[in-house]
């Protein structure tokens, strides 16, 4: 067991064999029924959407409770491992899971029925309509302002010292700009079922 949760792949595959062996256990009579069946998929449906999400906006608030604000600490000769080594990992995984955090959603959505009502914010769903639309803007910040910006900063692609100091900025306002998102989105997301 000491091998396999030494790697990160390993224990991840690990983690979810475990969640559908209780899936299985808990629910399996379900799978048989037709109306069980697509509870079922709603449920997966959301527990993609949960996964990808907490892996998204935990990555935001790391990067903006933990990472940006030690930067100016970080002795220099230890700043490169960071910008090589760290940051492009935590990116990689970001933008993914912003992605998946949005496609997951928008199938949740569609299963259970109201996708329309949420994207033009009409009831039922308005309430979690306006946290899919902040959770549009934040995946949009990532995919086309935070991160080609952030490949300049990292080197990714070639910039100066200006032109990487504007980036950097910019990648920055975008970043604090779902950082305060994140709050009332996430709001939305859980008071949809509480109060509608």
């Avoid at 600490?73 to 935590?90: N, Q, R, S, T």
């Avoid at 959603?105 to 309430?127: D, H, I, N």
Wanted: include cysteine; proline fraction near 5%; charge should be positive.
């Amino acid at each position: 067991m000491g091998k396999i949760l030494e790697k990160m792949y390993a224990s991840l595959v690990l983690g979810i064999a475990l969640a559908f062996a209780l899936l299985y256990a808990l629910h399996g009579e379900l799978v048989s029924e037709e109306t069980s069946r697509h509870t079922l998929e709603i449920g997966f449906a959301v527990w993609l959407h949960v996964i990808s999400g907490v892996l998204w906006i935990g990555l935001l608030w790391y990067f903006n409770m933990v990472q940006v604000p030690l930067m100016p600490k970080i002795p220099a000769e230890l700043k490169p491992a960071v910008g090589k080594y760290i940051a492009p990992e935590a990116l990689f995984w970001f933008r993914w899971a912003a992605l998946a955090t949005v496609v997951t959603g928008l199938l949740v959505a569609l299963l259970r029925g109201f996708l329309e009502s949420a994207l033009t914010v009409q009831p039922p769903a308005q309430t979690i309509g306006i946290g899919m639309w902040m959770a549009l803007v934040m995946a949009f910040n990532v995919w086309f302002i935070i991160w080609p910006n952030q490949k300049k900063v990292l080197g990714m692609v070639p910039a100066d010292d200006a032109a990487k100091a504007k980036a950097g900025r910019a990648a920055l306002m975008a970043s604090r700009t779902n950082f305060v998102l994140s709050f009332p989105m996430l709001y939305c997301m859980v008071s949809q079922s509480l109060v509608g």
